[in-house]
C-alpha cells in the first residue's frame, strides 16, 4: 500500500519549541506503529544541532489517522534522537518514559485543559482595529456573533481530533474574546503528552485552512485580560478510589507543597509563567504554593465533587498553554507518586 504519513516532531527552539513536520511517502508498507521507518532531518534548521554535524533522527513515537488528508494518510508522531539513538537533549519525551514506567502501578492518568488564542495579523480575532472590545465577562462559553470569534475553526479542530482517534474529552469558548479550550483525556502520562501534541499540531493546521493563526501565549493581552493556561488534572487508582481516596488526594496536594517542590514545578511550566501566575484572572502567585477545595485562586484546585465523593482527582492550575506536557505530566508522577509511595498510599 501506498500512503502519506506526515511526520511530526517538537524542535530546538527556547524557550519555547516549536513543532515541525514533513511528508514521507510510503510505497510498500503499512502504517502501524513498529512498521514505520526512522527518518530524518536537518537539525541546524530546527535549533537542535550546528551544521557540520546536523544530521538527526526521527523515531515514530505515536501513530494515527490523517484526517486533513484522509484516506490511508497518517500522522506519526516522533521523538529526536541522535544518529547513536541517544535522545536528543530537545527530546523530553525519553525522561517522561523513564519516571512514568517506575511508577506504572500507581496507574497515573491526566486529563489536560488546553486554552489558546487565535489571531488575525496583530490582534487576537475578535479585537476591533482600534482599542479594545467590551470587558472580559460574557465571553466564557458565549454564544452570538458579539461574543464569540473563531467557532468554525473550533469546530473543525475537534472533528479533525475526533477523526484522527484522539481523546478529546470537551471544548468551551474562554474568558477573553478569540480565546478558547480543548481538554484531552484522562490518559496515562505518554498518551496524553502524545495526543495534546497531535491536537495541538491539528489546531495549527486547521486554523491555516481558514487564514488564522492560533497561539499558544501565555499571556496574549497585556493587562486586565485572562492569560492562557493549561490546568492538568491529575489522579493516581488511590485517589480515585474510596475509602481512603481523599487521603491520598491530600497526600498529593501536600507533596507538591514541600520544600523545593512549588518553584521546581513553576520554573518547568511554560516560558513566562511569572505573566500569568499574578494572583489577579483567577490565577494563585507564581511564587505561593496553596491547595483548596473549589479554589479558582489556588495553585492546585480540588473539585467540589471530589470533596464530596472522598476520592477523584486533582487539578494543577499553574501551568502555562505554552508548556511542554512531557515534562509537566512527568514533574507530577515524579512528586506525587513518591510521595504516595512513600506514605503507603498505593
Ligand atoms: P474545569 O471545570 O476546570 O474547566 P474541564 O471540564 O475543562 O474542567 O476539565 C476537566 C478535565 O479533568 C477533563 O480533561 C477530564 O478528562 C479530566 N478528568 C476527569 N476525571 C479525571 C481523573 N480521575 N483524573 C485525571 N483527570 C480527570
Ligand atoms: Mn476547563
Ligand atoms: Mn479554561
Ligand atoms: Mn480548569
Redesign the pocket.
Known sequence: MTFKAEYIWIDGTAPTAKLRSKTKIITDGTPALGELPLWGFDGSSTNQAEGHASDLVLRPVFVCPDPVRGGDDVLVLCEVLHTDMTPHPSNTRAALAEVSARYAAQEP?????QEYTFFEGTRPLGFPVNGFPAPQGGYYCGVGVDEIHGRPVVEAHLENCLKAGLGI??I?AEVMPGQW?F????LAPLEVSDQLWVARWLLYRTAEDFGVAATLDPKPVKGDWNGAGA?T???TRAM?EGPEGYDAIVTACESLGEGSKPLDHVKNYGAGIDERLTGLHETAPWDEYTYGVSDRGASVRI?WQVERDGK??I?DRRPNANMDPYVVTRLLVDTCCEALEKAGRV
Open positions: 492518568v491526566f486529563g489536560i485543559e474529552s470537551g468551551n479550550e481538554q484531552v483525556g484522562p490546568h488534572n491529575f489522579s480515585r473539585p477523584g482527582y487539578e
